[in-house]
């Protein structure tokens, strides 16, 4: 994956988990990284961490719900890089398998703002800049085997990851003339901490996912940072508008 080496990129959600280690894989593959997160504390130890290793690397504090963190994020990382290359739309959270019947309207709004507004805005801010300076790009969302049916997390989640993946074909289709491609991960169990996040889950949602959907195996989050590495890279130059579903075969059976 030489083709990485030099390229500019801003993951969000970097503080941990997933995010965090397509961060690091990434360092290790000599690209110039931006680490966004909401968490402070997260973010300086993964920036820290790198730094260490000599790889050039900065950290922007961004709440990806709120446009002007976009901005800021999109501004400081032309302003320390002068360019950006690839996106990470990593950062998302859960809704506590929350129902229809049970609908929070204010959990909902929370969710669609974290996991479907930002990853809009975000791209439409990129997207301007690679439209202006002529130049190819690659757009990978953090989708979820959530977004692919309808057990596997509650309301808000499950239809936030469906609109994440029409986000991801839309921007390939409409922008692939332009050398802008678009692609979304579907990861299965992945052992990271938004599982902290699952608390006293809603009982009819969790009985629907127990009732329809097998346990599956658990995978890394280094196991989806090498998929999205490789997607990023030329090497995956003709893969462009469709999910590649990182779930160890769960779905698959």
């Known amino acids: 994956m030489k083709s990485l080496e030099g390229k500019v990129v801003i993951v969000t959600g970097a503080g941990s988990g997933m995010g965090e280690a397509i961060v690091r894989l990434f360092a290790k593959k000599g ?57 990470v739309n990593n950062a998302g959270v859960l809704d506590n398998f929350m129902t229809v019947d049970a609908l929070d309207v204010k959990r909902w709004e929370k969710v669609m703002d974290v996991n479907v507004k930002g990853p809009t805005i975000l791209s439409q801010l990129v997207i301007k800049h690679l439209l202006e300076k002529k130049k190819p790009g690659v757009i990978i969302n953090t989708a979820s085997v959530g977004g692919m049916f309808g057990a596997r997390g509650g309301v808000s989640y499950v239809t936030s990851k469906h609109a994440v993946i029409g986000l991801t074909k839309n921007i390939a289709s409409v922008y692939r003339e332009d050398g802008i491609r678009s692609v979304a991960i579907a990861p299965g169990d992945i052992k990271t901490n938004i599982g902290n996040s699952l608390k006293a889950p809603n009982e009819k949602g969790m009985h629907a996912l127990m009732q329809y959907v097998a346990t599956g195996p658990t995978g890394e989050a280094e196991d989806v940072a090498q998929v999205v590495a490789f997607l990023a890279s030329d090497a995956a130059k003709f893969i462009n508008g469709t999910v590649i579903t990182v779930d160890g075969g769960w779905t698959g059976a």
Do not use: H, W, Y
Request: glycine fraction near 4%.
């Open 31 to 87: 690209a110039k990284v931006v680490v966004s997160d909401l968490n402070q504390e997260s973010m300086d130890r993964v920036v820290n961490d790198i730094k260490c290793e000599k790889c050039p690397i900065i950290g922007v504090l961004s709440d990806v719900s709120k446009q002007e963190d976009l901005e800021k994020l999109v501004a400081e990382t032309l302003k320390e890089f002068g360019t950006i290359d690839i996106l």
